[in-house]
């Protein structure tokens, strides 16, 4: 009788925890790709994902590598009105390639080039 019993408490246990609904894991969209063609591309539901994703690591107000912060909207504006930002991603003459390490995905390179031409919607 122990047994069944011990069975069955587990059984419970662990089937109560079982989670199969990403919106339940992460609440308010917490989790979001970046790449998704059905989110609007403006600064705040891409752009920023983005830039989290590849370059506040090193580009920071905390840590301004190369006295560059992309935390912002401005900031980020900033650098793409002064041809730094995408010289930087695409690796272009003059411009030191950005992320150092591991290229940034060409379809977040493709979404912002989008929202550049958009003229850069917040």
Known sequence: MKIISLTVTLLLL????????????????????????????????????IMANNCLSC????????G???QTYTEVVTQVNNDNLMGAILGQNGHIPMPPSVPIQSCEITKLN?????NMPQ
Do not use: M, R
């Open 14 to 49: 662990i089937s109560s925890c079982y989670y199969d609904k990403l919106d339940e894991i992460h609440p308010l969209n917490a989790y979001q790709n970046p790449c998704d063609s059905s989110v609007v591309n403006t600064y705040t539901a891409s752009v920023q994902l």
């Open 114 to 118: 989008q929202w550049i031409t958009n």
């Open 68 to 70: 560059i912060s992309l």
């Open 59 to 66: 580009h920071s107000d905390q840590s301004a590598s190369g």
